[in-house]
């Protein structure tokens, strides 16, 4: 069930609330509301792959790459 909400309180960012097609929440903020907007159909747009990811896979790859990265320019591990 899609679902969104933009909302803004006087001297504050607007922030943007949206359900995908999965029923999984998201929310940010933007200092402008077209920028909101369109973050709103982004994350739509893109609701298959954010289902289809494996987001600790993604942080596990990403730490690895970043040690690697790290041996390669001779910096001590951290991890």
Same mark, same amino acid.
Do not use: P
């Given at each position: 069930m !899609?679902?969104?909400?933009?909302? !803004?309180?006087?001297?504050?960012l /607007?922030?943007?609330?949206?359900?995908?097609s /999965?029923?999984n929440? #998201?929310?940010?903020?933007?200092?402008?509301a077209?920028?909101a907007?369109?973050?709103? #159909? #982004?994350v739509?747009?893109?609701e298959e792959?954010?289902?289809?990811v494996?987001?600790q896979e993604?942080? #596990?790859q990403?730490?690895?790459?970043?040690?690697? +990265?790290?041996e390669?320019?001779? +910096?001590?591990? +951290?991890?």
């Amino acid at each position: 069930m !899609r679902d969104f909400s933009i909302t !803004r309180k006087k001297g504050e960012l /607007y922030h943007a609330i949206v359900t995908d097609s /999965y029923g999984n929440k #998201y929310e940010n903020f933007f200092e402008h509301a077209n920028k909101a907007n369109d973050w709103i #159909y #982004y994350v739509w747009s893109k609701e298959e792959w954010f289902n289809s990811v494996n987001s600790q896979e993604l942080l #596990y790859q990403a730490i690895q790459e970043c040690k690697q +990265i790290d041996e390669e320019n001779n +910096i001590t591990k +951290i991890i």
